[in-house]
């Protein structure tokens, strides 16, 4: 028997750097994939691999069994779910819509309980990992939802992620998600910090990244953005606009629950300072460069 026949039909809408990446993944284990983007371009080379194109979400969601969706804010996704065309309202009954942008728990917990009204399943997923995670299919998914909800999904997770949990009900992902940029916003500081000492103590950059790098300072940022930043390599593998997109939804929900962030805020200064220097399609280590004379 054809193993695909047996399969969730999968619906993709988002096919940026991540998307894209995450999208032929499925298409390569064999799941039937229904796609749409905004830029048709960037959905050739699923196309070529024989994913069906869609004129719209509403018309997506009617032909899926499952619906996965990482678009760009908070606002997208409302635009994407909400509404008489949107995902909700067109969902097949009783299939599961997943967003894994990440974006605000308090919209997931909407998103959640508008899609159980109908017999649907919406979870939030968040990742983390970046282009590299999304390529080899090792990303870490942050699952907020119902048990039932993840059982469904889980199967189609594992095609993109090494480490996926459910976190809790709905919102959790994205609380999880949010954790995860703020360990990372202080962390890159400490990244860019310490290679602009090397550099202006006279050290070769790489040569000090192949010291520390195995050290208690090692760990992914510094083992994998540390050599873009040695090679002055700026290219995104996570637009600067998105880092500060997510940093603006940490800070606000810090405030609402009455944590104090002093990294974070220093950090989401500096990255809006980047954003507004006209850096906001470059990747995260470009933060490197407001360290430099």
């Known amino acids: 028997m054809n193993e695909s026949v047996t399969r969730p039909s999968v619906g993709f809408i988002g096919l940026g750097i991540m998307g894209g990446a995450m999208a032929g993944r499925l298409a390569a284990a064999g799941f039937p994939l229904h796609v749409y983007n905004r830029t048709r371009s960037k959905a050739e080379p699923l196309l070529a691999a024989g994913a069906k194109w869609h004129d719209s979400p ?10 996965l969706t990482i678009v760009g804010t908070p606002a997208d996704v409302r635009g994407l779910y909400l509404g008489e065309e949107g995902l909700i309202a067109n969902a097949r009954p009783s299939s599961t819509l997943v967003d894994m942008t990440t974006s605000s728990p308090s919209l997931a917990r909407e998103l959640a309980a508008l899609g159980s009204q109908r017999d649907l399943h919406v979870l939030d997923a968040p990742v983390s990992g970046g282009d590299i995670g999304a390529r080899e299919g090792r990303l870490s998914i942050m699952v907020g939802g119902s048990p039932e909800g993840f059982a469904r999904i889980e199967p189609v997770l594992r095609c993109l992620g090494a480490n996926i949990v459910l976190q809790g009900g709905p919102g959790a992902g994205q609380h999880t998600k949010l954790c995860n940029q ?3 916003a202080s962390t890159m ?16 950059v790489r040569t000090v990244l192949s010291s520390i790098g195995g050290g208690a300072a090692g760990g992914f940022l510094l083992n994998n953005l540390g050599p873009r930043i040695a090679n002055e390599d700026f290219a995104p593998g996570f637009f600067v606009e998105h880092f500060v997109k997510d940093m603006r939804i940490a800070t606000e929900e810090a405030l609402d629950i009455g944590c104090e962030l002093p990294g974070l805020e220093l ?12 850096n906001s399609r470059d990747g995260t280590q470009a933060l490197f460069k407001l360290y430099q004379p």
Request: proline fraction near 0%.
């Open 267 to 278: 950090a989401f200064r500096l990255y809006q300072q980047l954003a507004d220097g006209g």
């Open 58 to 67: 509403a018309t997506l969601a009617a032909a899926s069994d499952i619906v």
């Open 189 to 204: 500081l400490g990244v860019c910090e310490g290679l602009t000492y090397a550099r202006n103590a006279g050290l070769d």
């Open 182 to 184: 703020i360990v990372i």
